[in-house]
């Protein structure tokens, strides 16, 4: 069984930064693209940046200069840098990530729990 647990999330003023971590455990034998998704009340699900397994990263227009995914393979973890945060950044956080798990070794895609970010203006 595999499973991702995010970290860092918070309240922080607006203009101020956050870390979100997030760490895939259990029983793996790769993990390839890793992304964050967020979802504010009231709204869907929306993706905030991907990156591949190679480290190429991509990113939603509303975040494009202020958000930074990085992530380290040895570790099995995703990083999400967040600055010049904005009140509509107010979110829960997912990670999402596919993971092959012993011992099929086949892909699933799995999610965490989930983190709070609230920006006060």
Do not use: H
């Not at 993990?31 to 190429?56: C, F, H, S």
């Not at 999402?96 to 006060?120: C, F, H, K, M």
Request: with cysteine.
């Amino acid at each position: 069984q595999v499973q991702l647990v995010e970290s860092g999330g918070g309240l922080v003023q607006a203009g101020g930064s956050l870390r979100l971590s997030c760490a895939a455990s259990g029983s793996i034998f790769k993990v390839n693209a890793m992304d964050w998704y967020r979802q504010a009340p009231g709204k869907q699900r929306e993706l905030v940046a991907t990156i591949t397994r190679g480290g190429t990263t991509t990113y939603a227009d509303p975040v494009k200069g202020r958000f930074t995914l990085s992530r380290v393979n040895a570790a099995n973890t995703v990083y999400l840098q967040m600055n010049t945060l904005k009140p509509e950044d107010t979110a829960v956080y997912y990670c999402n990530a596919d993971i092959a798990a012993y011992p099929t070794a086949r892909y699933l895609e799995v999610w965490g729990q989930g983190t709070l970010v609230t920006v006060s203006p």
